[in-house]
């Protein structure tokens, strides 16, 4: 970073992987985890200082279409319970539900009846449809911005807890037919369960400000 008058930008800035070579230390993974809590805590820093509707809905954009690689570059390898790991679990979340809305449809659909409170949790979808789906996730991680931190993540938590339970769902009814895409779609679930408890455990952290 350089000396002088601040940049002023027009759209939340992360560091491409052209910004992180300049960065001192390279891609040393020391330097890249500082640059990752950094990046982290500015951004939630920006979002919960500002109003401006258009701005918000940038940060809330900034996994779509090819940001999710300057995303993933410094925030994928955090550890998931601290705050760049967190960000990186509602942005590719919510990015899996732009690339297979009807997919996720499905799976909500079928796992609300059977968790009622997480159904709860996550927000109302009705009906439960790719769009109402894509507005779901969308109001989530605008949460993570405009309202309280630890509630966007519990929200986050409870919708990965309702499709894990429609897709394990799914993956009994595949195992009649295709053994083989029941077992993944099975293990797939068990990642999305796992995803569910490493949010939970976020927002418990956050509670007790100790989640950086």
Not at 103 to 122: C, E, I, K, N, T
Not at 134 to 154: E, K, M, N, Y
Request: glycine share 6%.
């Amino acid at each position: 970073m350089t000396s002088g008058t601040p940049r002023q930008y027009h759209r939340p800035t992360l560091f491409t992987s052209e910004m992180l070579d300049s960065y001192e230390g390279g891609t040393d993974p020391a330097r890249l985890s500082e640059a990752a809590h950094m990046t982290a805590a500015a951004l939630v820093l920006r979002g919960r200082a500002n109003s401006d509707p258009a701005i918000l809905e940038r940060l809330v954009r900034l996994a779509d279409a090819d940001g999710l690689q300057d995303i993933a570059e410094l925030w994928s390898h955090s550890p998931a319970v601290t705050l760049p790991g967190s960000l990186w679990r509602m942005y590719a979340l919510r990015r899996t539900v732009l690339q297979a809305p009807e997919q996720l449809a499905a799976w909500f659909r079928d796992g609300r009846a059977h968790a009622p409170v997480s159904r709860a949790v996550a927000g109302v979808a009705e009906p439960p449809g790719p769009q109402e789906l894509v507005a779901l996730t969308t109001d989530i991680l605008t949460g993570a911005f405009t309202g309280d931190f630890d509630i966007a993540l519990l929200r986050a938590a409870a919708f990965c807890r309702v499709v894990s339970l429609g897709e394990s769902l799914h993956a009994d009814a595949a195992d009649l037919s295709d053994e083989r895409r029941g077992t993944a779609l099975t293990q797939s679930a068990a990642r999305l369960n796992h995803t569910a408890r490493e949010l939970e455990a976020s927002a418990a952290e956050w509670r007790k400000g100790r989640l950086a």
